[in-house]
């Protein structure tokens, strides 16, 4: 029977890691394990140590990293730490609806080979409310590709797609364990290792399954740490480096369209213009310098 690890890389709030954990206790589908990893830097603090273990349930697991380890490397740890066919690697506040475990087995059961299963998302603010904000409305109706159904994606074309604006959400993504564990996170980053976990595993010859029945409430902050680096700059200053090495991959793969979308990043860009306004406000001149730069900067012709 195939199992689901759920690795749930913790850093917040009590209150919302503890409704996310409960969104994972309440699946129909029983074939999940859950596995906590707090890196919230408080050694002190061990109430969702404390809480976990009052849950009563063997599926959930709890670890505190001894000391902080930063988002990528407890990502990275959380990947080591996978031992079944899938994983997810969930938000601290986002939510599972109750079809979710359910509905990503059905898919890897009909799709055995794909590494990438992207379902239906939900997006909600801070409270748990719907919300339409500018950034989702893009990822649905401009970048992501339409499917009425199940739709598998690979190759260049794939990597055009999300070179030209990433239309995926990282936390309810379920990942076949094998390529995940084998490809990892790059060192180094934390604005994107996201979206380059999954154009190194494109250019490894591996596949995307949209799956677009809704099953995953994905919680959009107005104050959230891509925000507060976009503010200064420090967002799409990785971003830019992210860009410009991708380009030069995918020209020497031959893949001409993907390094294109690469040099140009329109997505990145036009999103350092909507930050300009919050860096006048909070991010100082040198906030607002690194924006415009981003955002105007001359792109880099092949060779």
């Not at 000391?67 to 969930?90: D, M, P, T, W, Y």
């Not at 995307?208 to 976009?230: G, I, K, Q």
Request: glycine share 10%; net charge neutral; charged share 25%.
């Amino acid at each position: 029977m195939t199992q689901v690890d759920v690795m749930l890389p913790h850093y917040g709030r009590l209150d919302l890691v503890q409704a996310t954990v409960r969104s994972v206790l309440d699946q129909v589908d029983p074939n999940w394990r859950l596995t906590v990893v707090d890196d919230s830097g408080d050694a002190g603090d061990d109430k969702l140590g404390v809480w976990c273990a009052g849950l009563g349930d063997r599926r959930v697991r709890y670890e505190r990293n001894v000391h902080n380890l930063g988002i990528n490397r407890n990502f990275q740890k959380c990947v080591s730490l996978v031992e079944h066919e899938l994983a997810v690697i969930i938000g601290s506040d986002d939510l599972m609806l109750p079809g979710y475990v359910g509905t990503v087995r059905r898919a890897h059961q009909t799709h055995p080979d794909i590494a990438i299963i992207q379902p239906g998302v939900e997006v909600v603010d801070e409270h748990g409310e719907p919300v339409r904000t500018l950034v989702d409305l893009s990822k649905r109706w401009v970048y992501a590709p339409r499917a009425a159904g199940p739709t598998v994606l690979d190759g260049q074309d794939l990597a055009v797609s999300l070179l030209r604006g990433n239309w995926l959400y990282f936390p309810s993504i379920c990942w076949r364990a094998e390529p995940l564990r084998r490809i990892g996170f790059r060192d180094g980053l934390s604005v994107v290792q996201d979206l380059a976990l999954v154009l190194d595993m494109v250019l490894d010859g591996e596949s995307l399954l949209v799956e677009p029945t809704p099953c995953f409430r994905y919680r959009r902050h107005r104050v959230s740490v891509s925000s507060v680096h976009a503010a200064d700059g420090r967002r799409f200053a990785e971003e830019r480096g992210f860009f410009m090495d991708t380009a030069e991959r995918m020209a020497a793969r031959g893949w001409s369209r993907a390094a294109g979308a690469a040099r140009h990043h329109l997505s990145s860009r036009i999103n350092a213009l909507t930050q300009l306004p919050s860096a006048v406000r909070h991010g100082g001149s040198g906030g607002v310098r690194a924006l415009v730069r981003h955002a105007f900067g001359w792109v880099r012709s092949p060779g």
